[in-house]
């Protein structure tokens, strides 16, 4: 059998706090995000970046993040041997990549950006959930597997003020 080596690998639970943030930030009709932090030469996935507060923009139609937020998680993940590999990030209705979020995404060659449908009452399926990988432009990819027999993963806040415990 050959396995997609760029397939991402979630523990199961690691999507349960997102999903709590994604449900607490659609109630008051914002999106919000995370990214998921794996080992430097493998995709299972060991952190969970929740977006905090300074340098986060939230609204209808809209989830920024900082470039100073960014270094901030870029540099945690580099000082724990980390690489980050995919953000998720929540939409009002429908599960797709948005103009917005084609060009002002992370377009690193095999990033991915899953987008999870109806913030309110979000699917807690992640193969219910839209997901893209960037090559030289934005297409479909494979919805991550969820592994039951893997630890918890670890879950941090991140943005302007740093990176700390969730």
Do not use: N
């Not at 989830?63 to 990030?89: K, N, P």
């Not at 095999?110 to 934005?138: H, N, Q």
């Not at 990819?141 to 941090?156: H, S």
Request: with cysteine.
């Amino acid at each position: 059998m050959i396995t997609d080596t760029r397939k991402l690998v979630l523990p199961a639970g690691a999507v349960d706090p997102v999903l709590q943030e994604i449900r607490r930030h659609g109630l008051a009709d914002r999106e919000t995000g995370a990214l998921l932090l794996t080992g430097q030469s493998d995709m299972r996935v060991l952190v969970v970046a929740m977006a905090g507060t300074a340098g986060i923009g939230r609204g209808r139609g809209l989830f920024t993040v900082s470039a100073v937020a960014y270094d901030r998680l870029f540099t945690f993940a580099e000082e724990g041997s980390y690489r980050v590999r995919a953000m998720i990030h929540s939409h009002p209705e429908e599960a797709f990549l948005s103009r917005t979020d084609r060009v002002y995404s992370l377009r690193v060659p095999g990033f991915v950006s899953a987008v999870v449908p109806t913030y309110a009452a979000p699917p807690a399926d992640p193969a219910s959930w839209g997901w893209w990988r960037f090559e030289r432009d934005w297409g479909p990819c494979t919805v991550p597997v969820v592994d039951q027999a893997l630890p918890p993963v670890r879950t941090v806040v991140f943005d302007e003020e740093g990176v700390r415990e969730y």
